[in-house]
Nanobody
Framework: QVQLVESGGGLVQAGGSLRLSCAASGRTLSSFAMGWFRQAPGKEREFVAA????????YYTDSVKGRFHISRDNAKNTVDLQMNSLKPEDTAVYYCAARVGGIVVVITLYDYWGQGTQVTVSS
């Protein structure tokens, strides 16, 4: 089992920045891929970014490329999502997820999920 706890959400003005963090515990993450997803009100949950723990390989959805950066800290067992140039359309609950294996964007292929953290971007 892997436990995931997100933190760092909040309210920010458009153009601002936030840094989300996901603390993982329960298992060694060397064989895992870690992902960030988001769900806006009335919409389906969608993929945002992911990182392969062992290699550091990353992947982003097109709408956040150049604005968001995902990273992992081996010592702290955390995965962070640095979000810059935020837009009102980035408003959502952001979820951290984990799976054994490589990076995928399909939600159902992630086995472990955090409880989510709210990000609100005002215009």
């Amino acid at each position: 089992q892997v436990q995931l706890v997100e933190s760092g959400g909040g309210l920010v003005q458009a153009g601002g920045s936030l840094r989300l963090s996901c603390a993982a515990s329960g298992r060694t993450l060397s064989s895992f891929a870690m992902g960030w997803f988001r769900q806006a009100p009335g919409k389906e949950r969608e993929f945002v970014a992911a990182i392969r723990w062992s290699s550091g390989t990353t992947y982003y959805t097109d709408s956040v490329k150049g604005r968001f950066h995902i990273s992992r800290d081996n010592a702290k067992n955390t995965v962070d999502l640095q979000m810059n140039s935020l837009k009102p359309e980035d408003t959502a609950v952001y979820y951290c997820a984990a799976r054994v294996g490589g990076i995928v964007v399909v939600i159902t292929l992630y086995d472990y999920w955090g409880q989510g953290t709210q990000v609100t971007v005002s215009s």
